[in-house]
């Protein structure tokens, strides 16, 4: 078994066919979108295939080390970047194929008037080993 990491973009991606923003969904829209997303994890949950999944907040902030004794250094929010995860889930499939089938699945969730949105998805495996360094 191999984990994946499939990521939402709600910007930064290549814009999906079905491209209307979600803040210009209706209610029952945004409702059915969540609620295949939902449905999606729960059939993934009883093959075994789902690790876990979330939605995520617009903003967001950066923050790193600064020193022995000093306080974190923070940036942001940073709502208004070009990138925006929107969420992500975890997945644990025997191969890449089984991999790219799910997410290209999930790509096919509804947006603006009941239509698939088709929209691009980020799948990252986890690293399952320290990379190797050559000189």
Do not use: C
Not at 28 to 44: C, G, K, N, P, W
Not at 68 to 76: I, K, S
Not at 97 to 102: G, I
């Amino acid at each position: 078994m191999a984990k994946y990491l499939l990521l939402k973009h709600y910007r930064g991606a290549p814009a999906p066919v079905n491209n209307v923003p979600m803040e210009k969904w209706t209610p029952e829209e945004i409702s059915a979108h969540v609620q295949y997303m939902r449905d999606f994890a729960t059939r993934l949950e009883g093959t075994g295939e789902f690790v876990d999944g979330q939605a995520l907040a617009p903003g967001g902030t950066f923050v790193r080390y600064d020193g022995e004794g000093r306080p974190p250094v923070t940036d942001g929010p940073f709502a208004e970047t070009k990138d925006l995860i929107a969420g992500w889930m975890v997945i644990d499939v025997d191969s890449y194929e089984r991999a790219v089938e799910l997410a290209g699945e999930l790509s096919a969730a509804p947006g603006a008037g009941g239509e698939p949105i088709h929209e691009w998805l980020e799948l990252r495996p986890f690293l399952t080993e320290p990379p190797t360094v050559t000189e």
